[in-house]
């Protein structure tokens, strides 16, 4: 995502929704306990990685 901040093209910002989406489901994978408290982050995760793929889609939507 830091390379997505400075430069932020379409194909950057696609390869931090992959990043987020891995995050979110390895933290899905956690034990039922952990997970518990890792709600908030697996929320935020799933949460930016939607808004990122709107964003991929858009883009792709406009180059065509």
């Known amino acids: 995502?830091?390379?997505a901040r400075a430069t932020?093209?379409?194909d950057r910002l696609h390869?931090?929704?992959k990043q987020g989406k891995n995050y979110w489901h390895a933290l899905e994978a956690l034990p039922a306990k952990r997970r518990t408290?890792?709600?908030q982050q697996i929320a935020?995760?799933?949460r930016l990685s939607r808004l990122l793929g709107d964003d991929h889609d858009l883009a792709m939507l406009y180059a065509r």
Do not use: W
């Open 1 to 3: 995502m830091s390379a």
């Open 8 to 10: 932020p093209t379409a």
């Open 15 to 17: 390869e931090g929704r």
């Open 37 to 39: 408290r890792a709600r």
């Open 44 to 46: 935020l995760a799933r």
